[in-house]
């Protein structure tokens, strides 16, 4: 019996399902009894297609490299970005925030705004001294002074970066801007300053260092391109001589205070001597006042004696004793010579007793 070439190429492309089908048609009830005893089993969940599988591997994908590249810089407050572009620096600073970035082609980088400080001192204060991150240690600046005396200089600089021009200032200067712009000048500024005064003369010209110091600092930042640097402040902490000099100046110290004590002896002696100079020549004036006033006190007195007020006094003092002889007629009156005042009065009663009468 010839075969049908279309009926057999027909069986052959038909599915596994299709043939189970088939099979299961051909069992009859067989089959439906199997089927009915899953009927209380749950039904495995789909499988999800190749395309949901490849979304998703692509979303973790996405995630794992941005987690792992972090194209992003957060700016904090009181720093600035700098975005450089296949190494060419963006002129306009990024402010503080969130700032995406190409990795590979593009960089961000924060600077720090900040007040810092450059402290030169020597290693034990620099233990002793807590310091922050806006710090930067360097030891302490040693100077000879004018006689070639070896001094130590400690003092303490102040200073920002201008927010609005680091890009140009980390492009020219570099991120150790200060390794270059504050450290090195300022060293040079102390030994040029300091070295032109004696040992001797640099504690008593302490705030006059310090000045032309800050002056020389501040012209030199002037001359520099875009200004890069704000100063603050420049503060001359210690100043630290030799034991030899510090001595001698020692020495010469407690020699004026020496000289100052006598000065201030000298003169209080001598304000006291003027003070007793003063009193007694008051004195001297009262008594010489005193006196020229009794004296014209008197002569008033004897001008105005005339023998007619004597008389009057005579009369009047013997009418005084008339009435004391009506009360005590024991008692003796005895009368000067010429019948002038005053007359003596004597009690003989009691001879202890006696008086005298007159003006």
Same mark, same amino acid.
């Given at each position: 019996?010839?075969?049908?070439?279309?009926?057999?190429?027909?069986?052959?492309?038909?599915?596994?399902?299709?043939?189970?089908?088939?099979?299961?048609?051909?069992?009859?009830?067989?089959?439906?009894?199997?089927?009915?005893?899953?009927?209380?089993?749950? !039904?495995?969940?789909?499988?999800?297609?190749?395309?949901?599988?490849?979304?998703?591997?692509?979303?973790?994908?996405?995630?794992?490299?941005?987690?792992?590249?972090?194209?992003?810089?957060?700016?904090?407050?009181?720093?600035?970005?700098?975005?450089?572009?296949?190494?060419?620096?963006?002129?306009?600073?990024?402010?503080?925030?969130?700032?995406?970035?190409?990795?590979?082609?593009?960089?961000?980088?924060?600077?720090?705004?900040?007040?810092?400080?450059?402290?030169?001192?020597?290693?034990?204060?620099?233990?002793?001294?807590?310091?922050?991150?806006?710090?930067?240690?360097?030891?302490?600046?040693?100077?000879?002074?004018?006689?070639?005396?070896?001094?130590?200089?400690?003092?303490?600089?102040?200073?920002?970066?201008?927010?609005? !021009?680091?890009?140009?200032?980390?492009?020219?200067?570099?991120?150790?801007?200060?390794?270059?712009?504050?450290?090195?000048?300022?060293?040079?500024?102390?030994?040029?300053?300091? @070295?032109?005064?004696?040992?001797?003369?640099?504690?008593? !010209?302490?705030?006059?260092?310090?000045?032309?110091?800050?002056?020389?600092?501040?012209?030199?930042?002037?001359?520099?391109?875009?200004?890069?640097?704000?100063?603050?402040?420049?503060?001359?902490?210690?100043?630290?001589?030799?034991?030899?000099?510090?001595?001698?100046?020692?020495?010469?110290?407690?020699?004026?205070?020496?000289?100052?004590?006598?000065?201030?002896?000298?003169?209080?002696?001598?304000?006291?001597?003027?003070?007793?100079?003063?009193?007694?020549?008051?004195?001297?004036?009262?008594?010489?006042?005193?006196?020229?006033?009794?004296?014209?006190?008197?002569?008033?007195?004897?001008?105005?004696?005339?023998? @007619?007020?004597?008389?009057?006094?005579?009369?009047?003092?013997?009418?005084?004793?008339?009435?004391?002889?009506?009360?005590?007629?024991?008692?003796?009156?005895?009368?000067?010579?010429?019948?002038?005042?005053?007359?003596?009065?004597?009690?003989?009663?009691?001879?202890?007793?006696?008086?005298?009468?007159?003006?």
């Amino acid at each position: 019996m010839p075969i049908d070439l279309n009926e057999h190429l027909r069986q052959k492309n038909k599915t596994p399902r299709q043939n189970d089908n088939n099979n299961n048609g051909n069992n009859g009830g067989g089959n439906k009894d199997s089927n009915r005893g899953f009927q209380g089993y749950p !039904k495995m969940p789909a499988m999800p297609n190749n395309k949901s599988l490849i979304i998703l591997a692509v979303i973790v994908l996405i995630v794992v490299i941005f987690l792992l590249v972090r194209p992003f810089k957060i700016i904090n407050s009181g720093e600035v970005g700098v975005k450089i572009n296949t190494g060419e620096f963006d002129p306009v600073a990024l402010q503080p925030g969130l700032h995406f970035f190409i990795p590979g082609l593009q960089q961000i980088i924060a600077v720090n705004t900040k007040v810092r400080i450059a402290d030169f001192t020597n290693s034990e204060s620099m233990n002793l001294r807590r310091r922050d991150e806006g710090s930067l240690k360097n030891a302490a600046i040693n100077v000879l002074d004018s006689r070639g005396l070896s001094v130590s200089v400690e003092l303490a600089v102040q200073y920002s970066l201008d927010s609005l !021009k680091v890009p140009q200032t980390i492009s020219v200067w570099g991120q150790n801007w200060e390794e270059r712009i504050i450290t090195p000048v300022i060293r040079e500024i102390v030994r040029n300053v300091v @070295g032109s005064f004696t040992a001797e003369e640099l504690p008593t !010209k302490r705030n006059e260092i310090a000045t032309l110091i800050d002056e020389r600092f501040r012209d030199y930042i002037q001359k520099l391109e875009n200004q890069p640097v704000k100063l603050v402040s420049i503060q001359l902490t210690e100043i630290v001589l030799p034991p030899a000099i510090k001595e001698q100046i020692e020495r010469v110290q407690v020699a004026r205070q020496e000289a100052e004590r006598a000065r201030y002896e000298v003169e209080r002696a001598k304000q006291e001597a003027e003070k007793k100079a003063a009193l007694a020549k008051g004195v001297a004036d009262a008594t010489i006042i005193e006196a020229d006033a009794q004296a014209k006190a008197n002569r008033l007195i004897s001008q105005s004696l005339s023998n @007619g007020l004597l008389q009057l006094r005579q009369i009047e003092v013997q009418s005084k004793f008339n009435e004391a002889l009506q009360v005590n007629k024991d008692a003796k009156i005895f009368l000067t010579p010429g019948g002038s005042t005053p007359n003596i009065w004597l009690d003989t009663k009691d001879t202890r007793r006696s008086s005298v009468v007159g003006e």
